[in-house]
């Protein structure tokens, strides 16, 4: 059974920094793509970041995120990792990682599994 553990979580100042991981079991990461939202209250849920399944591994960002948000992977580990820096009150979210196909034309767009959410709270 397909499982996807957020861990990382937690409370900095503005200007901080914060690395999400995302752990999969029962999935390959050369077949799924894995995507980072987030939802916080008063807002819809955006994608931030997704990476594609395979060698192509193929990122992308939301425009809000760029040059502050890297999206990496650990094959070996089966971990998809969110690093976020320069972090503004704005961030704070609960975020969740998801995982759909790894290829096709809805890479990054469907998703079938669903981790549980890990806060971020940025304060000032």
């Known amino acids: 059974q397909v499982q996807l553990v957020e861990s990382g979580g937690g409370l900095v100042q503005i200007g901080g920094s914060l690395r999400l991981s995302c752990v999969a079991s029962g999935l390959s990461l050369s077949f799924y793509s894995i995507a980072w939202f987030r939802q916080a209250p008063g807002r819809e849920r955006e994608e931030v970041s997704c990476?594609?399944?395979?060698?192509?591994?193929?990122?992308q960002y939301a425009e809000s995120v760029k040059e502050r948000f890297t999206i990496s992977r650990d094959s070996a580990k089966n971990t998809v990792y969110l690093q976020m820096d320069i972090l503004y009150t704005e961030d704070s979210a609960v975020y969740y990682c998801?995982?759909?196909?790894?290829?096709?034309?809805?890479?990054?767009?469907?998703?079938?599994?669903w981790g549980q959410g890990a806060q971020v709270t940025v304060s000032s």
């Open positions: 990476i594609t399944g395979g060698d192509a591994a193929t990122k």
């Open positions: 998801a995982a759909g196909p790894g290829f096709g034309t809805r890479t990054c767009q469907a998703f079938d599994h």
